[in-house]
Nanobody, 124 residues
C-alpha cells in the first residue's frame, strides 16, 4: 500500500510562485512514475505534470509548460512541483498520484494511488 501526502498549497497573487511537495510511504517510490493533477470547482480532474521513476523523463500539460517544473528526490520519497508565474486559472486542488508502468501516462485512470490534495488559490 502506498500513501501520498501533499503540502505547500496556499493563497498567492497572480505572477507569484508556490512549491508543492508530495511525500510517499512504502518501498516502491523509486520504481514508480509520479504525476500531479488538479481539479477546479465544477471541472474534471486534469493532468498537470508527470515524471518517470528515474527522473529522466517528464511531461507537462500545455497550459503549464514553461511555468511549472516537476522533479523528484528518490532518497527522500518526495516529488516536487515548482509553480512560477501563477495565473488565476491555476486555482484548484492539486493531487499527487503514483503508478507502476513502462511509460509516462497523462490520464488520471492510469494512476493507482492518490493523495488527499492541497488547495492552491491564485488571486487576480
Amino acid at each position: 500500500q502506498v500513501q501520498l501526502v501533499e503540502s505547500g498549497g496556499g493563497l498567492v497573487q497572480a505572477g507569484g510562485s508556490l512549491r508543492l511537495s508530495c511525500v510517499a510511504s512504502g518501498r516502491t517510490f523509486s520504481t514508480s512514475d509520479m504525476g500531479w493533477f488538479r481539479q477546479a470547482p465544477g471541472k474534471e480532474r486534469e493532468f498537470v505534470a508527470a515524471i518517470n521513476w528515474s527522473g529522466h523523463s517528464t511531461d507537462y500539460a500545455d497550459s503549464v509548460k514553461g511555468r511549472f517544473t516537476i522533479s523528484r528526490v528518490n532518497a527522500q520519497n518526495t516529488v516536487l512541483l515548482q509553480m512560477n508565474s501563477l495565473k488565476p486559472e491555476d486555482t484548484g486542488v492539486y493531487y499527487c498520484a503514483s503508478r507502476q508502468g513502462l511509460r509516462l501516462r497523462v490520464t488520471a485512470s492510469a494512476y493507482d494511488y492518490w493523495g488527499q490534495g492541497t488547495q492552491v488559490t491564485v488571486s487576480s
